[in-house]
């Protein structure tokens, strides 16, 4: 098997892949680094891709009765861009960056506790290095490297009388991968297991909102008025916008890829994956007030653990075409504090050579998004309850993907 084909068809198979992760709805993921350019040929290798993604989903019940019917999912745009470079015969190297998590929510009207917006960015900067070991048939990998992951999060609340309140984090932290593969190039056979440590924030940044409401939040912790720094300028005037420094922390789960492909057929590859997640590590975003530690806000999570699933097949169409179809199951992770459920992705694919050397590759995806609802916050915390409880319906995300590879 011709390794222009083999080279064609995976990276088809990257950009379905990509829209893959960036329609499921298990948890806050979104893109992967392209660390699989380490084993493209040439000495040095490009490549970069953007996708678009539109997910509907709308409340079916919610505390709010004006939420009902209205939908809170957000447009998004994920970028990849990858660069290889073979270091020597037996040595390779990729930088990568990619918005590898995320999530965007903005309601229609304000929830029962004031929340407008909610949105968050990670984006992954890395350097992964891989070893090749020739052997009497085929060839051994040893993969490696290291990552800075950048976190954004932006948070709006609608308090009525007493006025609007916004909160600002930024953080960053760092972890690495290291993974081991086996391929046989002739026939397209490559089997690879990945394994990416989590991240860990102590986010800064700054939390603006009425004196009223960072008042009662503390008082609703069980602060007295005497212990409490809000109470004062609450008595004097409740709606006094009152900017405090404040920092978030959280955690990003860990992961393990397992990924196989092969050549099955002249012109026809099969390829597959599956991923663990350890989102069992997200259990919630805690906001304090810095220097005192006083808690201000707390979002929950306590999500499982993921699995991700995917499963495809390739063919060459002609010397300079060559496509795929994919089938993905994500697994919910939601225990009942959010709404976090299975998600069904079908996608495809397709690669087009041009006359200079580079490729063309262009991607669609459509994903089923399964109906879930809340059970944690009313009286029986086993049991939905709308007047505490948020419950939606199931829907749809649409994703479309185009990218370009060149090679020197």
């Known amino acids: 098997m011709k390794n222009r084909f083999v080279n064609s ?33 040439g000495n040095f290798n490009m490549r970069s891709s953007v996708t678009f993604v539109s997910p509907s989903r709308k409340f079916s019940s919610n505390p709010n009765p004006a939420l009902n019917d209205t939908k809170y999912t957000e447009d998004y745009v994920v970028p990849s861009f990858a660069v290889k470079m073979n270091v020597s015969e037996s040595l390779r190297c990729a930088v990568t960056h990619v918005m590898n998590n995320g999530g965007s929510i903005h309601y229609a009207v304000p929830t029962v506790t004031g929340k407008l917006v909610e949105e968050f960015e990670t984006y992954e900067s890395g350097v992964t290095c891989g070893v090749k070991f ?10 490696g490297g290291a990552f ?13 009388a007493l006025g609007d309140a916004s909160l600002n984090l930024s953080g960053r932290d760092y972890g690495f991968r290291v993974g081991a593969a086996y391929e046989i190039p002739e026939i397209a056979l490559r089997g690879q297991v990945m394994y990416r440590s989590g991240t860990s924030y102590g986010s800064d940044g700054m939390l603006t909102a009425p004196a009223g409401v960072l008042y009662a939040a503390l008082a609703g912790r069980g602060i007295p008025d005497a212990a409490n720094p809000f109470a004062a300028l609450a008595g004097a005037n409740p709606a006094m916008q009152v900017p405090v420094p404040a920092e978030g922390l959280g955690d990003l789960p860990r992961n393990v890829e397992v990924k196989l ?10 390829f597959g994956s599956v991923k663990w997640t350890d989102w069992s590590a997200t ?6 007030a810095q220097g005192s530690g006083i808690p201000i806000t707390t979002d929950l999570f306590y999500w499982k653990d993921g699995w991700t699933v995917t499963g495809g097949i390739g063919h060459q169409f002609t010397e300079n075409v060559s496509g795929l179809v994919a089938l993905t199951y994500d697994q919910g992770v939601s225990t009942g504090y959010d709404l976090s459920s299975d998600t069904y992705t079908i996608s495809a694919g397709a690669a087009f050579k041009d006359k200079i050397g580079g490729e063309l590759r ?15 916050y009313g009286p029986n915390p086993d049991a939905f309850d709308p007047a505490f409880d948020q419950a939606v319906d199931s829907g749809w995300a ?3 993907s185009i990218g370009y590879s060149i090679k020197w």
């Open 9 to 41: 068809l995976l990276g088809a198979t990257f950009l379905s892949v990509t829209i893959v992760g960036t329609a499921s709805a298990g948890g806050f993921g979104r893109g992967t680094a392209d660390t699989d350019i380490i084993y493209e040929d």
């Open 134 to 143: 020739d052997l009497d048939k085929g060839r051994a990998w040893l993969l």
């Open 148 to 160: 800075m992951e950048n976190f954004d999060y932006h948070r709006e609340n609608f308090y009525g």
């Open 261 to 270: 492909q092969s050549g099955i057929a002249p012109g026809w590859l099969a």
């Open 283 to 288: 259990t919630e975003l805690d906001v304090r």
């Open 362 to 376: 262009l991607g669609a995806g459509l994903s089923y998004l399964a109906s879930a609802e809340e059970t944690k």
């Open 398 to 400: 649409v994703a479309g």
